[in-house]
Antibody
């Protein structure tokens, strides 16, 4: 089955850290850019970060630059997002998205409080 | 950043009637490869977004043909020919031409 499954969300205090993971299956993970998108409670969708196929090119939204780090392990078909120096406005559901934006995970909730 | 403005933000529709959502961007969305990366998504409460339309007018697999997309440049439209109960939720347009990719604010469709 073609799917993305996120994990790693939870409750963390301001200034804390979390590492999100996204396990991909059913497609050739190493052939696609991958993205993280977030959605604050009751709000719209916001792009967070993207990474190219071999991990050599990464880009971030200004709001997370210097605090979040995207990475991938193509051998494990897994995408990561390291979240450091978390702030209350980082509270959101974080979605893993396949390049082409045709496949989204179910999301993992990060609560900073 | 490219701003993408959707309208209306709220759309009450009678079952069986048509609906239309507009998406306007502050910059043209044709990429250097000739493609226009403007996509439409539907999100039901508690669910992930699902892509309906990609590159302006291409329906995704399994999307009913009552959904159609059109437009060019900075002006795009999603149309539903006859709204059904399962169409409720929030619709988003996404521009994937300029980084950072940006979404419209969302249009909440409800049944009157």
């Amino acid at each position: 089955e073609v799917q993305l499954v996120e994990s790693g969300g939870g409750l963390v205090q301001p200034g804390g850290s979390l590492r999100l993971s996204c396990a991909a299956s059913g497609f050739t993970f190493s052939s696609y850019w991958m993205h993280w998108v977030r959605q604050a409670p009751g709000k719209g969708l916001v792009w967070v970060s993207r990474i190219n196929m071999d991990g050599s090119d990464t880009t971030y939204a200004d709001s997370v630059k210097g605090r979040f780090t995207i990475s991938r392990d193509n051998a494990r078909n897994t995408l990561y997002l390291q979240l450091n120096s978390l702030r209350t406005d980082d509270t959101a559901v974080y979605y893993c998205v396949k390049g082409g934006v045709d496949l989204w995970g179910q999301g993992t909730l990060v609560t900073v409080s | 950043d490219v701003v993408v403005a959707q309208s209306p933000l709220s759309l009450p529709v009678t079952l069986g009637q048509p609906a239309s959502i507009s998406c306007r961007s502050t910059q043209g969305l044709e990429f250097s490869d000739g493609n226009t990366y403007l996509h439409w998504f539907h999100q039901r409460p508690g669910q992930s977004p699902r892509r309906l339309i990609y590159k302006v007018s291409n329906r995704d697999s399994g999307v009913p043909d009552r959904f159609s997309g059109s437009g060019s440049g900075t002006d795009f439209t999603l149309k539903i020919s006859r709204v059904e109960a399962e169409d409720v939720g929030v619709y988003y347009c996404l521009q994937g031409t300029h980084w950072p990719f940006t979404f419209g604010q969302g249009t909440r469709l409800e049944i009157k």
